[in-house]
T-cell receptor, first 110, second 111 residues
C-alpha cells in the first residue's frame, strides 16, 4: 500500500486481470481521490469518494473507503495495457488542499 | 472548455541561476491555482496555492516563490537554483470542489 513516506510501489500484471491498489492515510480527510498519471504527463482524477461513502464505482473502477482504519482501495477490473500508469490516492481536509500518497506503478502487459 | 498551458516544456539550468516557470488557464474565471513539485519516481508535493489575484499561500518551503499577476496566470520562480530543485513542476487549477486539473508539466534539470 502507499503513503507519503514510502517508496513508489510496483505491480505488474497481464492484460485482462483484475487489480487492487491500497492506500492508507494519517490525518482526517473529507474525501479521498484517486488520480492516474501516465508517463511524462500531469495526473488526472479517476474517482472521488467522500467520507460518508464506503464504495464508489465508475466503469471498470471501484473505490472503497474505510474511515475507521484510514484506508482506501482502488480496483480495476479487466485491465488493459493502456491502464499502465502510476496511481495515486490523495486526501483533502479543505477544498484547496491535496495530499498525495506515494503512488503505485501499475504495468499491464499485453 | 478549460485549457491549461505550462511553459517552458523543459529547462536545463545551472546551479545558482534564476528560474521562472509559467502557467496559464483559459476558459475558467477566477480559478484556484496550485503549484506542485514531483521528484523523479516520487509523489506530488503541493508548493503554493492562490485563491485570487495577488494572493499566494506557501504550503512548503523549498526556496521558491510564486506570484499571481493576473486571474489566469501563475508564476513560479527563484533567484538561485539548487540541485534539489530538479524535477517535474505541475500547475493545476480547481474551483470550490475537490478535484484539481493538472497541466502538462515542466521538466527541470539543474546541473
Amino acid at each position: 500500500s502507499q503513503w507519503g513516506e514510502e517508496n513508489l510501489q510496483a505491480l505488474s500484471i497481464q492484460e485482462g486481470e483484475d487489480v487492487t491498489m491500497n492506500c492508507s492515510y494519517k490525518t482526517y480527510t473529507t474525501v479521498v481521490q484517486w488520480y492516474r498519471q501516465k508517463s511524462g504527463k500531469g495526473p488526472a482524477q479517476l474517482i472521488l469518494i467522500r467520507s460518508n461513502e464506503r464504495e464508489k464505482r465508475s466503469g471498470r473502477l471501484r473505490a472503497t473507503l474505510d474511515t475507521s482504519s484510514q484506508s482506501s482501495s482502488l480496483s480495476i477490473t479487466g485491465t488493459l495495457a493502456t491502464d499502465t500508469a502510476v496511481y495515486f490516492c490523495a486526501t483533502s481536509s479543505g477544498s484547496w488542499q491535496l495530499i498525495f500518497g506515494s503512488g503505485t506503478q501499475l504495468t499491464v502487459m499485453p | 472548455a478549460q485549457t491549461i498551458h505550462q511553459w517552458p516544456v523543459a529547462e536545463i539550468k545551472a546551479v545558482g541561476s534564476p528560474l521562472s516557470l509559467g502557467c496559464t488557464i483559459k476558459g475558467k474565471s477566477s480559478p484556484n491555482l496550485y503549484w506542485y513539485w514531483q521528484a523523479t519516481g516520487g509523489t506530488l508535493q503541493q508548493l503554493f496555492y492562490s485563491i485570487t489575484v495577488g494572493q499566494v499561500e506557501s504550503v512548503v518551503q523549498l526556496n521558491l516563490s510564486a506570484s499571481r499577476p493576473k486571474d489566469d496566470q501563475f508564476i513560479l520562480s527563484t533567484e538561485k537554483l539548487l540541485l534539489s530543485h530538479s524535477g517535474f513542476y505541475l500547475c493545476a487549477w480547481g474551483d470550490w470542489g475537490y478535484e484539481q486539473y493538472f497541466g502538462p508539466g515542466t521538466r527541470l534539470t539543474v546541473l
